[in-house]
């Protein structure tokens, strides 16, 4: 099925370690975001690429770092992982890079607890 | 500073009708967007609205009006599997999306 793949879907993490979250995608779209949500906020950009190769910063950038080697994969990592960063993970793409008008499609979301 | 506004939570009955309004203020405007999200899975898009005037899209009609800064969603013949967050998201002008934070819509038989 196509679409946006994240894993892992869910993850308990104690404050200070490492971890990577990753999303595949097989629409060969140009852009790719990762966002943050948590309740009672609306969805928070944390970073982005328009295209392979790049990526910028969003929002909410601190603690969180990515890389876009390849059109289809994005993964995004916590250095070191505090409790704030406990939240829903999203990923998305949308074949209108830089426009930003482009429908955004979601993967199903990673939810992570930092402990 | 920029700010998306949405009522927090609405309920309404089945068949019945309902609006969900969203008001904003940015710098600029390219665009808004409304996306559904159930609970526990990710958003999908409903509509995108970038000039005045109402989208009719099957039960689900998205208006907007740029002088006022403002949209609704309506939503007709109201079913249960309606129940969810609706999101309102507008495009500035450096084409970066502002997310409000959702209206969760709670449908009652």
């Known amino acids: 099925i196509a679409g946006i793949t994240q894993a892992p879907t869910s993850q308990i993490l104690a404050a200070g370690r490492r971890m990577t979250l990753r999303c595949t995608q097989d629409?060969?779209?140009?852009?790719m975001y990762w966002y943050r949500q948590d309740l009672g906020l609306g969805l928070r950009l944390i970073h982005y690429?328009?295209?392979?190769?790049?990526?910028g910063k969003g929002e909410v950038p601190d603690g969180y770092s990515v890389s876009r080697a390849n059109t289809d994969d994005f993964p995004l990592t916590l250095a070191s992982a505090v409790p704030s960063q406990t939240s829903v993970y999203f990923c998305?793409?949308?074949?209108?890079?830089?426009?930003?008008?482009?429908?955004?499609?979601f993967g199903e979301g990673s939810r992570l607890t930092v402990l | 500073g920029q700010n998306i506004d949405q009522p927090t939570e609405m309920t309404a009955t089945e068949g019945a009708i309902v609006q969900i309004n969203c008001t904003y203020q940015?710098?600029?405007?390219?665009?808004l967007f409304w996306y559904q999200q159930h609970a526990g899975e990710a958003p999908t898009f409903l509509s995108y609205n970038v000039l005045d005037g109402l989208e009719e899209k099957g039960r689900f009609s998205s208006f907007l009006s740029r002088s006022k800064g403002y949209s609704y969603l309506l939503l007709k013949e109201l079913q249960m599997k309606d129940s969810a967050s609706y999101l309102c998201?507008?495009?500035?002008?450096?084409?970066?999306?502002?997310w409000g934070a959702g209206t969760k819509l709670i449908i009652k038989p």
């Open positions: 629409m060969r779209h140009n852009a």
């Open positions: 940015t710098s600029g405007f390219n665009g």
């Open positions: 998305a793409s949308s074949d209108a890079s830089g426009s930003g008008t482009g429908e955004l499609f």
């Open positions: 998201a507008v495009v500035d002008s450096n084409y970066q999306l502002i």
């Open positions: 690429s328009n295209t392979a190769g790049t990526t």
